[in-house]
């Protein structure tokens, strides 16, 4: 099972990605995907780490982020391992591969980097957050940064490809704001939803197509 997947995922980069179809799904509205990225745009770099567990299924990694207070509006919520692009960086790859062993504690040397996610922006923070899809051939010993990750939570491909349709919920943002009616993936009990729900989104999507 773990090779055949492996075998989609290698060729679902040789063909054009589903992108902002994709996205949309997620998207709470339209104005998520239908954008004009701006002249000054901060750049990031998120990778969506992959590694076969006890049973040879792949599971995929997701970060759940420290909260500080009722009111911080990204306190707990789950991503990739990533962040912005820094000027030691000479690709945005390499952007996510510093990130995600700076967050979670998993050498560069240890990923096999097999292809990079259609470029999402993310209008809110004006990042233009560009993943990757990467894997190891072993479960990973996590080193969380203490005042960023709060948890590691990682979840089986076959139960991310079993969503025929978004779940969707209310998210507490702040004591004075809440979204409604919000599309997410169920993970564990966690609740991913928004940019990383739509990268994750497309990743599905492509490797449905090639089944």
Same mark, same amino acid.
């Given at each position: %099972?773990?090779?055949?997947?492996?075998? !989609?995922?290698? @060729?679902? /980069?040789?063909?054009?990605?589903?992108?902002?179809?994709?996205?949309?799904?997620?998207?709470?509205?339209l104005?998520?995907v239908?954008?004009? $990225?701006?002249?000054?745009?901060k750049?990031?770099?998120v990778?969506?780490?992959?590694?076969?567990? =006890?049973?040879? =299924?792949?599971? !995929?990694? /997701? *970060?759940?982020r420290?909260?500080f207070?009722?009111?911080?509006?990204?306190?707990?919520?789950?991503? /990739?391992?990533?962040? +912005?692009k =820094?000027?030691?960086?000479?690709s945005?790859?390499?952007?996510?591969?510093?990130? *995600?062993h700076?967050?979670?504690?998993i050498h560069?040397d240890?990923?096999?980097? $097999?292809?990079?996610?259609?470029?999402?922006?993310?209008?809110?923070?004006?990042?233009?957050?560009?993943?990757?899809?990467?894997?190891?051939?072993? +479960?990973?010993?996590?080193?969380?940064?203490?005042? =960023?990750?709060?948890?590691?939570?990682?979840?089986s491909?076959?139960?991310?490809?079993?969503?025929?349709?978004?779940?969707?919920t209310? !998210?507490?943002?702040? @004591?004075? &704001?809440?979204?409604? @009616?919000?599309?997410? /993936?169920d993970?564990?009990?966690?609740?991913? &939803?928004?940019? *990383?729900?739509? %990268?994750l989104?497309?990743?599905?999507?492509?490797?449905k197509? +090639?089944?």
């Amino acid at each position: %099972m773990k090779n055949d997947y492996l075998d !989609i995922i290698h @060729d679902i /980069f040789k063909y054009p990605l589903p992108g902002k179809q994709a996205h949309a799904v997620f998207a709470r509205n339209l104005n998520r995907v239908n954008y004009s $990225i701006p002249d000054k745009v901060k750049l990031a770099g998120v990778m969506a780490v992959l590694f076969p567990n =006890e049973l040879e =299924e792949l599971e !995929i990694i /997701f *970060t759940e982020r420290m909260s500080f207070g009722s009111n911080d509006k990204h306190g707990g919520q789950m991503s /990739f391992p990533g962040g +912005r692009k =820094e000027d030691i960086d000479s690709s945005l790859e390499l952007t996510a591969l510093r990130e *995600t062993h700076e967050e979670i504690g998993i050498h560069p040397d240890k990923i096999d980097v $097999i292809g990079a996610l259609s470029p999402l922006y993310i209008p809110v923070s004006n990042y233009l957050a560009h993943p990757y899809v990467g894997y190891m051939d072993h +479960r990973p010993e996590f080193i969380l940064q203490q005042e =960023e990750v709060a948890e590691v939570v990682s979840c089986s491909l076959d139960h991310l490809l079993s969503f025929e349709q978004p779940l969707t919920t209310n !998210i507490k943002i702040s @004591d004075q &704001w809440i979204l409604k @009616d919000v599309p997410f /993936f169920d993970v564990k009990g966690k609740i991913v &939803w928004g940019a *990383t729900s739509m %990268m994750l989104n497309e990743f599905l999507v492509a490797i449905k197509q +090639r089944l």
